[in-house]
């Protein structure tokens, strides 16, 4: 358990490409390969066969319970049947009776009392009935009575008939009539009329297969019927085929009679296994030490006490049996008959002992359902080494027992035998004669023997996969499922280089030992060695949990959580753990036994506490917050008792605990507590819970800041079930302990505060779980969304028209603002509360517009769902008919009025708005606003947001489609969901779509319940009947909106009163409040006079449902003790890395020597040409791979290898028309590589498994997510520009804003620092000696070095100043590190001290007519710079190669562009350069990208 925690962080901080030991020589880790990148998520999708899993508490209809039992005894002693010969001797015991000792009633009562107790030694609930020598009126009346006393359960019926004659052929058995003269036959059929369905039968006579196979024939035939005539048997009957049977012996054979054995030998081994067992070994072994039958008869001890030698063999003999049916049963036959009903299960289990020894007498008994052989099955030899260990010790355990006289004696009268299981008491004390000392009887070491070979399997390689085979999980074992906790995590993730290879690798069979582990757990010294190996078991996946369960582990593992011993506490956490996550329908078990305290407890204990101390106790804690989560999970009455507990205090005092995953499942936990229960969401809100989690949502853990949002968003009456069917809802419930306006305000306040500061979040996985939340708010507070987006319609078609709009278009917006803030007189506490509550909504819509835009697939869908949402309400809302109102005009396009200064123009026009006044309320905990601190601001930065893209006229334009706005350009749209509708994202068919992500789960759900039909007028449906010319005005709107909302508001606050109530029973209070079409009146006097009733008709598709807690709760599915399969030496993964970390080390070494001759040679020497699509602009190699990356002029990716001239894989970036792709990098080298690439509209996209040679999948986006919090508009901008450095994992980026944002690709957060300049970045370069130092190089010419652990403000230490304009590109020099290089467009050269920002050691002025591309080789002392393309030397351009050493030209070379014509305008507006030049990052070789899209590779020739 130590060990788990430590392998899966170091998992989920590394990579699944690879394992640990392989990369931790090089000294850093792979990023952006974690779970999270690789799922956003989404939990792993199940296999088709993972439902398969066998239920391990067994199903119905074929489960059986008895009920009671018949002992039918036809012996009718002294007189022996017609067809029957007896030898002489023969087998005369019954009962371990002999029944001519005693007269023969009292005999046949003897044999009958034994009987009782043989079966109540089985089990002691059910009540036997000895039915002697019976008449057939009698047995009828005795049948018909137990059915009617057991219901619907199973009846026993076990017959004698060794007094009468055989079953004849035809299914007959005897009994006898009254007066004992006759024999009379009782047919099969009448005794299932009799003793009905379901039923146990056992047949102890000669001839018994007669009776087996004709009961089934009479039953098939009785379902037969019932079948063709009624269509099945009523609820609570099963069919006659599930009865159960064991038989003697065939319909040829005869009972043995070997006068060693009693005469019902099948029934001693049924009801007295071991007894008839020790007898059996006595005749088949010699005995050593003189031990006599008699002295084996006398073995002391009891049954029930597994201290004594007696005890210990009959738990041996259960564990082997056990074993033996485990190994060797089909898995659904096994759970059956050994885990449904104790009684039957100690049939069957004694069963295998009657097969065993029966055989050696030519007996075959069987059974129905028939079971395989299992009486030379090897555990066999186990169990004769056991008794034999025993009866080694047996002479020294008598000579010191109690006189022999105190002893039963072997073959003594009838009433002193009643067989030695059902026998009460001790079969002889321990203790000898007075004054001696007794004899310490030696246990067994066949438990710790087991013991031992269950961890040799799994020390020794038994966790591993295999092939398919003899050797592998069977499938009835289960195994099908094996695939969601092994296989499909490994695929999911990455790991496997082949994963055509990986898919045939199953788990390994189990060992047999597993059954006897379970009974391990009864003893008291074996069990912490038993409960710590099981650990381990269950830790390699789900398929072993479900064995574990199946074997019948449960009730053991309950019964644990009673035991006071804090050495168990650590081992029992983890496997419950582990079942929880596997089948978390244990919850009711765990409420309804009081075990889920026991986890209560565990999360309950502080650090001050050292005599509660737990080992590793954060993981182990955070076991207990996902056990209790899971037991509150959609069921109140866990809610409750958690709460009552004290669960909800625990877990709200650990989030702020060090470890990330015990803050993670507290705020999990808490979530699931507080999901749909009003009473402890006020507990929650009185407690301060919600202002708690705020702070999260900026955690150094991605995993955290989602939780933190997946608690808020059931705070806000998201659901949190697993049943796809509850949808929530809600809000924050009733909060009856606030005044109504604070408790809309705290909604109001939550949603704000976590939209300021995720909206922006690097993860996209909290980015989802963000619009979860909005989607809550939305739900709730619709009308107030539906003013904002009237607002933003309005004043964004403002903005698009012409200079001289028409009044009503130019004054609609702000005049309703102020008739709405006047209507609140001289109040001036009311006018500021509700401009603020507007704004906050405002600030929230305008995020969800940005997040329809968002470069993440699945975010953006989510956000559409929600935004079309509110715009199917906006366009069936009043607003639609005011006649001031523009929502029912064509739209206008997205370039009608578009400009560099586009943003500043939007927003200086907004600056007469009355939401500008004062920006939204900032809650008390939560942090400062950082992009919308105005709504001016606001506006202004979402303007150039959907600038990039569409608009919102546009958005709105493309979701009404046919109904509001139909145009030709709507045929030319792409496929969407639904006919006659589309997303934003697929707006711009100039725009590509990128490559999806792994899991692209998300899915859009129209508003609409059906694909809307064009009609002649643009109406939708409206619930009301409107006047031609309405009679009100957009305040009116404005005012009967936001009133239905109190409305709404107040309705769930009275229905939940102060009682219970569930999120999804809230759509039947106050009529339909809850729904789209939620009307709260129809017509009205006085402010408001008209009911809105908005969106009659609409699906109800909100809130959004979240997958985040089922993704979390995989943690706990995938193996934590053991090393990843790519860590595993010798797996495929394992064996791949090895060899490329070979040959990564391998190619450095041979560089090594080039660079002190490169320094002096030419480079001069063609490598190779490449024909590109498009004008490659920016290009990056891989280090070892022969790989070139190549962006074009617009949104395409090619991967080439450029030793064989192959393109290797071509894909669409996604950014928007007119944009470019301004950086390009290749991260995680050393494993494989990931392309990062950064374009002009401040987006930084991840892709993976480009190189398709390693067949690991198709080309996936890995993450991505705007780079730059703000993006200005310039006249010359430089996009973004990226610089990556793999030690650390951080991402400077820096472009056309004021910031350079430093991305830390572990926790995915900002660190923001100010550049102090109006001109944009144009080159970023990080110090390789310093991991805190990096130089940013802008278009003014300026250079400026940062330390990122100074204070913003005092961030830049260093200012160089020499170039006259764009500085476009800055290296450090590959031999000094206090050295670097920089370039500017007007063709100079510097070369800086880092200490002297005065002047350049040394400056080249290399090209007059301007410079187009520099770069300086990371290996040896090199640069390089091509020439600036120019109306009179256009043609051709100049290519330069210098040596640092002492700045002699190496080669000068005149390069073609093939341009056929000269462009004053470069191919990029980002990109101030025709053509592309890079490094290799090792070799000595350079590429450089021509206009007309050819690219070079040339190298230096070796001296």
Same mark, same amino acid.
Request: proline content about 8%.
């Given at each position: ?51 398969? &899993?066998?239920? #391990?508490? $067994? !199903? ?8 009671? +039992? %018949?002992?039918? *005894?036809?012996? /009718? ?113 009448? &005794?299932?009329? #009799?003793? $009905? !369905? ?8 000669? +001839? %018994?297969?007669? *009776?087996?196979? /004709? ?129 039957? +299960? ?1158």
């Amino acid at each position: 358990m130590q060990n788990g925690r430590n392998a899966q962080s170091l998992r989920d901080r590394q990579t699944s490409e690879v394992g640990s030991d392989t990369i931790s020589k090089r000294g850093w880790i792979p990023y952006w390969s974690a779970k999270r990148h690789l799922t956003c998520g989404n939990p792993s999708p199940h296999s088709a066969y993972s439902s398969k &899993l066998f239920p #391990w508490r $067994g !199903s119905a209809p074929a489960k059986l319970k008895t009920a009671n +039992a %018949a002992l039918v *005894l036809c012996l /009718n002693i002294d007189v022996d049947p017609p067809d029957v010969i007896k030898t002489s001797p023969c087998a005369v015991l019954e009962c371990w009776v002999d029944p001519h000792t005693l007269p023969s009633h009292k005999a046949l009562e003897a044999i009958g009392t034994n009987l009782q107790h043989q079966f109540e030694g089985l089990s002691l609930k059910i009540p036997y009935k000895p039915i002697l020598d019976p008449s057939y009126e009698d047995l009828r009346r005795f049948c018909m009575t137990l059915r009617k006393q057991a219901k619907d359960d199973t009846v026993c019926f076990y017959y004698n008939g060794h007094g009468v004659p055989k079953p004849t052929p035809s299914g007959e058995l005897w009994c006898f009539n009254r007066n004992y003269t006759q024999y009379i036959p009782v047919s099969l059929m009448e &005794l299932q009329s #009799w003793l $009905g !369905s379901p039923g146990v039968y056992i047949w102890d006579c000669s +001839a %018994a297969g007669n *009776l087996l196979t /004709n009961f089934n024939n009479f039953a098939e035939r009785r379902d037969q019927e019932v079948f063709n005539t009624r269509g099945g048997y009523p609820d609570g009957m099963q069919p006659y085929m599930h009865s159960l049977q064991l038989a003697a012996c065939l319909a040829h054979e005869q009972l043995p009679s070997c006068p060693e054995l009693p005469a019902d030998i099948f029934t001693s081994c049924l009801t007295s296994p071991i007894d008839i067992a020790l007898r059996y070994f006595i005749m088949t072994h010699l005995l050593p030490n003189n031990i006599t039958p008699d002295m084996v008869m006398q073995l002391p001890g009891d049954l029930k006490d597994r201290r004594t030698p007696l005890g210990e063999l009959n738990w041996i003999f259960t564990a082997i049996t056990d074993t033996i049916a485990w190994t060797t049963f089909p898995r659904d036959l096994f759970t059956r008959l050994y885990r449904s009903d104790l009684l039957i +299960a100690s049939l069957f289990r004694n069963f295998l002992l009657a097969e065993r020894i029966m055989k050696n007498y030519h007996c075959t008994p069987h059974t129905y359902p028939c079971l395989p052989p299992t009486n030379t099955h090897p555990l066999w030899s186990a169990w004769d080494l056991a008794v034999d260990t025993c009866l080694r010790q047996l002479p020294d355990l008598l000579a010191k027992a109690p006189s022999a006289g105190n002893t039963t004696p072997n073959l003594g009268p009838a009433v002193a035998r009643t067989g030695r299981i059902g026998q009460q008491g001790s079969r002889g004390g321990t203790t000898g004669p007075q004054g001696e000392k007794p004899y310490q009887y030696v246990p067994s070491r066949f438990f710790a023997d087991q013991l031992t070979a269950f961890e040799v399997w799994i020390s020794r390689g038994g966790s591993a996969l295999t092939k398919r085979g003899p050797l592998s999980l069977p499938v009835q074992n289960g195994g099908p499922g094996y695939e969601d906790g092994l296989v499909t995590s490994g695929n999911a993730s990455g790991k496997g280089l082949n994963t055509q290879h990986s898919d045939d690798l199953v788990p390994r069979k189990p060992p047999d030992q597993l059954p006897i582990v379970l009974q391990v757990l009864l003893s008291q010294p074996h069990r912490l060695r038993a409960l710590i190996l099981l650990s381990q078991f269950v830790d390699l996946g789900p398929w072993a949990v479900n064995l574990v369960l199946t074997i019948g582990i449960f009730p053991y593992i309950s019964k644990l959580l009673q035991a006071a011993g804090q050495d168990l506490r650590p081992v029992l956490i983890f496997i419950w753990a582990r079942i929880m996550a596997v089948d978390p329908s244990v919850q009711v078990d765990l409420h309804n036994t009081g075990g889920f305290k026991y986890f209560a407890n565990v999360l309950g204990l502080t650090d001050d506490q050292p005599q509660h101390a737990l080992p590793n106790s954060s993981e182990h804690k955070a076991m207990c917050a996902f056990i209790l989560a899971t037991v509150a999970r959609d069921f109140y009455l866990g809610q409750m008792a958690c709460w009552r507990e004290r669960v909800f205090d625990s877990c709200f005092e650990k989030l702020k605990e060090g470890d990330f995953l015990l803050r993670q499942w507290s705020a999990l936990c808490i979530a699931q507590i507080w999901e749909g229960n009003d009473e402890i969401k006020v507990y929650g809100v009185d407690r301060g819970t919600q202002d708690k989690l705020i702070p999260l949502l900026s955690d150094a853990s991605p995993e955290v800041r989602a939780a933190a949002m997946y608690a808020l968003g059931t705070f806000m009456g998201a659901s949190g079930s697993a049943d796809p069917t509850k949808q929530g809802g809600g809000g924050s419930g009733t909060q009856y302990q606030l005044e109504e306006r604070l408790h809309f305000r705290m909604e109001v306040a939550v949603i704000t505060g976590a939209t300021v500061v995720a909206k922006e979040d690097a993860s996209p996985m909290v980015r989802k779980e963000l619009l979860v939340l909005i989607s809550c708010l939305v739900k709730e507070w619709r009308g107030y969304f539906v003013v904002c987006a009237w607002i933003y319609w309005e004043e964004d078609r403002k903005w698009r028209t012409e200079m001289n709009p028409q009044p009503h278009e130019e004054e609609v917006t702000s005049q309703a603002m102020a008739e709405w803030l006047d209507s609140f007189g001289d109040d001036d506490t009311a006018r500021d509360e509700n401009r603020v509550l507007l704004s906050s909504f405002f600030t929230i819509f305008v995020a969800l517009l940005e997040l329809t835009v968002d470069p993440y697939h699945e975010v953006a869908t989510n956000a559409q769902t929600i935004t079309d949402y509110i715009m199917a309400l906006l366009l069936a809302s009043p607003f639609y008919r005011l006649d001031c109102t523009t929502l029912d005009s064509p739209p206008i396009p997205t370039n009608h009025r578009g400009s560099a200064a586009a943003p500043h123009t939007r927003g200086q026009s907004l600056q007469s708005s009355p939401l500008t006044a004062r920006p939204p309320t900032p809650v008390t905990s939560r942090p400062s606003l950082r992009r919308a601190d105005t709504v001016t601001s606001t506006f202004s930065g979402v303007a150039s947001t959907l600038r990039r893209t569409s608009s919102f006229a546009n958005v709105l334009r493309s979701f009404a489609g046919g109904i509001a706005f139909p145009s030709v350009e709507e045929g030319r749209a792409p496929s969407s969901p639904l006919p006659g509708f589309s997303t934003p994202s697929r707006l711009d068919t100039a725009q590509s779509r990128p490559p999806s992500p792994n899991f692209n789960l998300a899915q859009y759900t129209s508003p609409y319940s059906r694909p809307p039909t064009p009609t002649k007028t643009p109406l939708p449906p409206s619930p009301t009947e409107y006047a031609p010319q309405p009679d009100y005005t957009p305040l009116n709107v404005m005012e009967a909106l936001m009133e239905e909302d109190m409305v709404r508001l107040r309705a769930r606050r009275r229905s939940g009163a102060h009682g219970r109530r569930h999120a999804p029973d809230l759509g039947g209070l106050g009529g339909d409040l809850c729904s789209p079409s939620g009307s709260t009146f129809s017509t009205d006097s006085g402010s408001v006079p008209l009911g809105c009733g908005t969106g009659n008709g609409l699906r109800d598709v909100l809130p959004l449902k979240s997958s985040f807690f089922d993704w979390c709760c995989e943690y706990f599915k995938e193996p934590q003790m053991r090393q990843a399969e790519a860590d595993e030496p010798g797996s495929v993964q394992y064996n791949y890395q090895v060899w490329r970390q070979q040959r990564n080390e391998q190619l450095i070494a041979d560089a090594q020597p080039q660079t002190t001759q490169a320094e002096r040679v030419q480079w001069d020497k063609p490598v190779t040409n490449l024909q590109v699509g498009g004008n490659p602009l920016s290009m990056a190699f891989h280090s070892y791979d022969p790989h070139l990356v190549v962006a074009n002029d617009t949104d395409t990716i090619s991967v080439w290898d450029w030793s064989q001239r192959k393109r290797l894989n071509y894909f669409c970036n996604g950014n928007p028309h007119g944009t470019s792709i301004t950086s390009l990098h290749i991260i995680n080298q050393d494993v494989g590589g990931i392309i990062i690439a950064g374009s002009a509209d401040g987006i930084v996209r991840l892709y993976r498994n480009y190189d398709p040679a390693l067949d690991q999948g198709p080309l996936q986006m890995v993450s991505s997510f705007r780079a730059l919090d703000e993006m200005i508009s310039v006249r010359r901008g430089s996009g973004i520009i990226l610089d990556w450095k793999q030690v650390g994992g951080s991402l400077l980026v820096g472009g056309d804003s004021r910031m350079i944002g430093v991305w830390d690709a572990h926790t995915e957060l900002l660190l923001n620092l100010e550049t102090n300049s109006e001109s944009p970045v144009t080159a970023l370069v990080s110090d390789n000696a310093s991991p805190s130092t990096f130089m940013a190089g802008f278009a003014d010419g300026a250079i400026k070095m940062f330390d990122r652990r100074l204070e913003e403000e005092d961030a830049i230490v260093r200012i160089y100043q020499s170039h006259p304009s764009w500085v476009q590109n800055v290296k450090f020099h590959p031999r000094y590190s206090g050295q670097f290089l920089s370039a500017s467009l007007a063709g100079d050269v510097r070369l800086w001290d880092v200490r002297s920002s005065e002047r350049p050691i040394h400056a080249l002025d290399l090209h007059p007519g301007g410079l187009s591309t520099f770069d300086a080789h990371p290996q040896t002392a090199v640069f390089a710079t091509t020439s600036a393309l120019t109306p009179a030397n256009w043609r051709h351009q100049q290519l330069l190669l210098h040596s640092l050493a002492d700045f002699n030209v190496l080669s000068s070379m005149m390069l073609p562009t093939g341009l056929p014509v000269y462009s004053p305008r470069p191919p990029s507006l980002y990109i101030p350069r025709y053509t592309s030049f890079a490094f290799h990052p090792l070799e000595m070789m350079y590429a450089v990208g021509q206009p007309d899209g050819t690219v070079k590779l040339m190298g230096c020739k070796p001296s």
